[in-house]
């Protein structure tokens, strides 16, 4: 049993070399099982139907919204980098932000998420991974033009998965013994 990031980080390492891949790709890999894990004990488990050959590592990029506003903070230093930042992460077929909301925005964080948002709308697919309801969005945004146009474009036509209030870490932890 791991009980250090170090360990993680170094199983996560050693897993990655010994199947040749990077360990940005282990790691989406885990994402993407601990998804499926989660909606295989949602009151949803009966609803899904996910057929094979995804091509997971090819179209799937997840990235915690604290990551990717630091990214974005590192970019801001060299001119140019902040286009080059948004075109990747326009290209991704399936961006999972994890961590959605969960700190406070600033006006120009908002912008490069408003600008984000933007390319990716109706072209690309997006999940959401945060603990706030979609009623809350706005406000925790900031309550803007931006907020609002952001909201817009995903929480009114999207599809909604509530998992409730039940602590999955707690309880995986429980069902493993």
């Not at 080059?84 to 908002?110: F, G, H, M, N, T």
């Not at 146009?149 to 999207?158: F, K, L, S």
């Amino acid at each position: 049993m791991m009980k250090t990031p170090e360990q993680l980080k170094g199983a996560i390492r050693n897993l990655a070399k010994k199947k040749g891949i990077h360990a940005q790709e282990v790691l989406q890999i885990f994402m993407f099982e601990r998804i499926i894990e989660r909606l295989s004990v949602s009151p949803y488990k009966d609803r899904f139907i996910l057929k094979g050959g995804l091509l997971i590592s090819a179209i799937l990029r997840y990235v915690r919204l604290p990551d990717l506003l630091m990214e974005y903070g590192d970019s801001t230093v060299v001119a140019g980098n902040q286009r080059k930042l948004l075109e990747r992460y326009s290209r991704i077929p399936l961006l999972i932000l994890d961590e959605w909301l969960v700190s406070d925005i600033s006006d120009a964080e908002l912008h490069f998420l408003f600008e984000l948002m933007e390319r990716r709308s109706d072209t690309t697919s997006t999940i959401f991974c945060t603990q706030y309801r979609k009623d809350d969005w706005v406000k925790r945004l900031g309550e803007g033009v931006r907020a609002e146009a952001i909201v817009d474009r995903y929480a009114y036509t999207a599809f909604w998965i509530e998992t409730g209030s039940t602590n999955m870490r707690e309880y995986c932890a429980k069902h493993k013994r």
